[in-house]
């Protein structure tokens, strides 16, 4: 009996070891918590990657974010798609199909939702 009450009882589940990530604005640690994963523009690079943000720079660093994406560049909105891509956003080609203007309107609504934090980029 014990055997089968064993068997079916779920796993018990793991409480999640608190984490932390460096911030790359500030480069402070911050807790997993507290820490926004964002698009941000590297100009190494010269693409959008993930970063992690602390709760005191997120917004600022959203806010270059837009100012980037703002510019009505080809080329940057072929890379903001991109890096929508690789987050799994299935509707990324609407946003390349569009126009230039059209396309940096949809962009802000995405930075919107991770403003707002409906949207939670996975790191
Ligand atoms: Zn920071």
């Not at 999640?16 to 807790?31: R, T, V």
């Not at 994406?69 to 991109?82: G, H, M, N, Q, S």
């Not at 956003?89 to 409906?118: G, N, P, Q, W, Y």
């Amino acid at each position: 009996m014990t055997f089968i009450r064993r068997l079916l009882s779920p796993e018990p589940v793991e409480p999640s070891e608190p984490y932390f990530l460096l911030c790359s604005g500030c480069l402070k640690p911050c807790s997993g918590d507290n820490a926004h994963a964002i698009p941000q523009w590297n100009s190494v690079r010269e693409d959008f990657l993930t970063t992690y943000r602390c709760g005191v720079c997120w917004k600022r660093a959203l806010e270059e974010t837009r100012a980037k994406i703002r510019v009505l560049d080809a080329e940057v909105r072929e890379k903001f798609c991109r890096f929508l891509d690789r987050h799994g956003f299935s509707d990324a080609h609407i946003v390349m199909e569009a126009s230039l203007t059209e396309a940096s309107r949809m962009m802000e609504k995405v930075l919107d939702a991770i403003e707002s934090e409906k949207l939670r980029l996975s790191p």
